[in-house]
């Protein structure tokens, strides 16, 4: 038992000897911290939000200093972290328009085809398994609300089984366009006048039949453009941001009022 004893204490006094060594010498060889981490830090959102390509704050904090993000790469915290963020670090930035996520459906419960009653988990990524989700239209918001829950801010509600998405709320993370499994959330700046609310690939005769809102690629928005910054690609209309004077021809002339303001 004696000898038990003596094992233990000198085991406990080697361990003890060892953690002082450590412990010095990580003091000793410690490399200095950039103060400038912390003041990154504490100026960052501290959401998580993953917007900025990174798992965390922190870990945009240090690709910071390593150089390899740009100062707005926060999404969340838009011009103004950007602008603090530069001058902590002593270089200079510009200002991108901000941005903010839109969905390319408006079609409602009321104005859509559905081809079966759907009554299983209520995740779309899940119902997107069972033959597209229940809207004929493959291409549509399936309406589950998977967005909504990823999204930190709140900024997204169901409303009439679409995706809607709060402007003043809004950051860009990007959350919502990675989750979605229809494609149907893009980024956009913010106030924009004339937006496509849908994602459709199919040709007019059949969107008729199947959505009251759809483009149908008849191309009057095209014609009437007069900036000719809309184009026809795989059947439906594409606004270039580049060039439009939001003069609201486009949303005038549509037939089907799926170029929208909201």
Known sequence: ????????????????????????????????????????????????????????????????????????????????????????????TKNDTPMVAKVKCSGHTENTKTKYLYDGISDCISANKLAGGDRVCTYACIGLGTCAERCPFNAISIVDGVAKISEEKCTACKRCVSICPKNVIELVPKRTAAFVSCNSQNKGPIVRQICDVGCIGCGICVKNCPEKVITMKDNLAKISRVGCINCGECIEKCPMNTIITD
Request: hydrophobic share 50%.
């Open 1 to 92: 038992m004696f000898n038990i004893l003596i094992a233990a204490v000198i085991l406990g006094g080697l361990g003890a000897f060892f953690g002082i060594v450590i412990a010095v010498f990580s003091k000793a060889f410690a490399a200095p911290q950039d103060e400038r981490l912390l003041q990154i830090i504490e100026a960052l959102p501290n959401v998580n939000c993953g917007g900025c390509g990174y798992a965390g704050c922190s870990a945009f904090a240090y690709s910071l200093l390593d150089g390899k993000s740009p100062v707005n790469g926060c999404p969340v915290g838009g011009n103004k972290l950007a602008n603090e963020i530069a001058k902590i670090l002593g270089v200079e």
